[in-house]
């Protein structure tokens, strides 16, 4: 099942294409930030938010609050585990391809 899952952006690695590198858990990544970014909400507006993460994109924005509480619920159905194992690996795997 796949999920989206929040995680806080840290860094904007690219922002001619919307990318930003995101903290989930301790792990990071990269991810399109195109689906949140608008007028209002300029690339370099997003370090510091949070935003709900699915398949490498950020959905949506998240108040902290919502984050917390959609990270508990993850985890009392026990999804968000695999979820960060998955990204754990899959991050794993994109560093061992560039060697």
Not at 55 to 63: N, T, W
Request: aromatic residues 2%; negative net charge.
């Amino acid at each position: 099942m796949c999920l989206g899952i929040p995680g806080r952006i840290v860094k904007i690695d690219d922002a001619a294409n919307m990318l930003a590198i995101v903290d989930v858990g301790g792990v990071r990544r990269k991810v399109n930030i195109a689906c949140i970014v608008d007028e209002e909400h300029p690339v370099s507006s997003c370090v510091g938010i949070w935003v709900l993460i699915h398949v490498g994109f950020a959905m949506s924005r998240l108040d902290e609050a919502e984050a917390a509480e959609t990270l508990r619920i993850l985890i009392e159905l026990g999804e968000a585990q695999a979820e960060l194992e998955a990204m754990r690996l899959s991050s794993a795997q994109a560093r061992s391809a560039s060697d």
